[in-house]
């Protein structure tokens, strides 16, 4: 039998390569983008016509072809951007295949004009089903224009698997965002039928996403940035009452290319816990940087998925960074980013002219990061800083800061200022706490804030399985309906864990020993009750959810009400184990703890 095997002509096998980088016109606008971001453009001018059908065309201002690049940029494998395999442990750059022109070339007509910016003339090449047509000296500008018409032209097939224009359009503009976000710093323009749809200088991230997707975003957004030795993470966060019924903007770049990762999406969405319901979306716009050896980008044709060699710390730091951002943004409201002039004149009036306080990260927590390894923080430690507080202890002061006996305070009457050097406290109808910060004031909701004390502390009990339990003088019996004792049946290593030291007594009777420390003085009888009223509403929705379940109806119910009063150690240490909380600013249940006033809203409202 005669030999069937045969070698394929280029122009088929590089047809047939095509089809993984070039799916649709979009393919062909991210390929085009990131060529130009490559070239080191500061600006990038993107034309589409038919939604990208009929043509798309890119322009850019970077540092060009040589006559020979010109036309070598279409071979296979043809790449200026690694020599060797082990460049890519060193990647920078979007393009490391030599293969998206290549792929481009064989499915479209292309037209290339490029010069070099030393150079007086410059390169036009034509190529059409991979085939150079015309290569010729043009005169032009320094840059390169590359024009990509009638798509799919050679392949009838894959033109008719395209959508309508409204869904190609779709996919061209979600390109473009993404390249966009990740290169602020680069002026773009986006042309669509001769209309044109973005025009963006360059400017900070904040200012890029505003262009992107309206002003409206500005006060929706919660900076991130944290760093390790290991990674950045930076970028901002959605504000969880701004979340979406639909998937909303979620983006991550991984050294400024964009990903797509179900793991690290999962990271962020678990930070939004409690804050978010499952079928709302927050959205975010996270970039994380990290030596390109850790990681591998090579695992996918159109480069959007990669792997982290160390994906779970990479997780645990995502986790971290956004449910600290999120935390925090209640009180470190738009003061610390890119402040109004307005608001910046009233901050300067109440505070020495240096920086705002950006950064007022305290150490890493081990438990949000897992093995992780970082200084542990201390219970309470830091929220001063975080709000950097007034206190009259010199040691805390700013050094320049305004000296004391030039600002007239109102402090709270003797019998509320507490120890010498304390800061200021008070409580306000038996319900709320407030407190003195150096830019305003802040009020603490005192039930809301112990129940979310009690809700982290019931977590971790529930997890290691020790709750202190303080013994009853005289063990109290509880009656119990059937339907309670079952239920109690139920979580009763749970409540142990909690604290609850029960025995069955007999018949419809549980004995209590002891009663969680937390709660001593409570009654028995009615915090069970309470409990179990709270599991049975709940019970249905949240069955997988048992620990967060029980530990949000234990705080509840355990938490002090309004009209306790409080001695002023007492609201001390409320603030300070609410600051010792990983989430303090909002209850398990979603609702806020406080609220902050800022000096310059009592400014506002005196029209000073
Ligand atoms: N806009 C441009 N400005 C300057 N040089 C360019 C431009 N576009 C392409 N090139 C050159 O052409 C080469 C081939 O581009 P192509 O996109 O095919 O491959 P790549 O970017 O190296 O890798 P990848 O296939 O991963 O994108 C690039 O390596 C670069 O040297
Ligand atoms: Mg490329």
């Excluded at 079928?279 to 996918?300: G, K, T, V, Y």
Aim: aromatic letters at 8%; glycine letters at 6%; proline letters at 6%.
């Amino acid at each position: 039998m005669a030999d069937l095997i045969r070698l394929l002509p280029d122009h088929v096998a590089n047809q047939i390569a095509a089809g993984e980088v070039v799916q649709r016109p979009a393919s062909v606008v991210k390929e085009l983008l990131e060529n130009s971001v490559d070239s080191g453009a500061t600006r990038i001018i993107v034309v589409v016509k038919d939604a990208g059908r009929t043509l798309v065309q890119v322009t850019d201002d970077g540092r060009g072809m040589s006559p020979v690049d010109a036309r070598a940029c279409f071979e296979r494998h043809a790449t200026s951007k690694i020599r060797e395999a082990d460049d890519l442990t060193t990647l920078r750059t979007k393009g490391f295949r030599g293969e998206a022109l290549a792929s481009i070339a064989a499915i479209a007509q292309v037209e290339l004009h490029t010069r070099e910016h030393d150079q007086e003339l410059g390169t036009r090449v034509v190529m059409e089903g991979s085939r150079v047509r015309v290569q010729e000296p043009m005169a032009g500008a320094a840059g390169t224009t590359i024009a990509v018409r009638n798509l799919f032209y050679n392949v009838p097939a894959r033109r008719q698997f395209l959508k309508s224009d409204g869904v190609e359009l779709k996919h061209v503009l979600d390109e473009f965002h993404r390249v966009a976000l990740a290169h602020p710093d680069i002026a773009f323009q986006l042309v669509h039928n001769d209309h044109e749809e973005f025009n963006m200088p360059s400017g900070s991230e904040r200012q890029r996403i505003i262009h992107l997707f309206g002003r409206k975003y500005d006060e929706r957004l919660v900076p991130v940035d944290e760093a390790t030795d290991f990674v950045r993470v930076t970028g901002f966060v959605g504000k969880p009452e701004f979340a979406k019924r639909s998937r909303g903007e979620q983006y991550f770049f991984v050294n400024n290319r964009f990903i797509r990762s179900n793991y690290l999406e999962h990271a962020v969405r678990k930070a939004y816990d409690e804050l978010v319901s499952r079928e709302n979306f927050p959205s975010w716009f996270l970039f994380i940087d990290l030596d390109p050896a850790q990681i591998d980008i090579n695992i996918h044709p159109t480069k959007t998925e990669i792997k982290f060699r160390d994906d779970r710390t990479i997780y645990a730091i995502v986790h971290a960074a956004v449910r600290r951002a999120l935390g925090r943004f209640n009180i470190v409201p738009s003061l610390d980013f890119e402040p109004e002039p307005a608001i910046l004149a009233a901050f300067a009036s109440t505070q020495a002219p240096s920086a705002p306080p950006r950064e007022p990260v305290p150490a890493w927590r081990p438990q949000d990061l897992g093995a992780f390894n970082a200084p542990p923080r201390k219970s309470g430690e830091g929220w001063q800083q975080l709000f950097d507080v007034d206190t009259a202890m010199p040691q805390t002061a700013p050094e320049t800061d305004t000296p004391a006996s030039e600002e007239p305070r109102i402090m709270p009457s003797r019998e509320h200022e507490g120890m010498p050097g304390e800061r200021p406290v008070f409580q306000l109808h038996g319900t709320y706490i407030i407190a003195q910060l150096r830019s305003g004031f802040m009020v603490v909701d005192q039930q809301r804030a112990h129940e979310r004390i009690l809700y982290e502390r019931n977590i971790k009990l529930l997890e290691q399985g020790v709750g202190l339990s303080q013994a009853e003088l005289f063990p109290r019996h509880v009656e119990l309906s059937v339907a309670d004792l079952a239920l109690v049946q139920d979580v009763l290593p749970e409540l142990r864990s909690m604290g609850f030291d029960l025995e069955f007594f007999g018949g419809r009777t549980m004995q209590v020993n002891g009663m969680p420390a937390e709660a001593a003085e409570a009654d028995p009888t009615r915090l069970l009750e309470d409990l179990l009223e709270q599991l049975k509403h709940e019970r249905g929705t949240l069955r997988n959810e048992r620990h967060a379940l029980l530990a949000r109806g234990m705080a509840r119910s355990m938490a002090i009400r309004p009209g306790r009063v409080l001695s002023t150690p007492e609201m001390h240490d409320l603030i300070d184990r609410l600051f010792a909380c990983d989430m303090p600013y909002h209850t398990p249940g979603g609702k806020p703890t406080l609220i902050t006033y800022g000096l310059n809203d009592l400014n506002e409202r005196f029209e000073r």
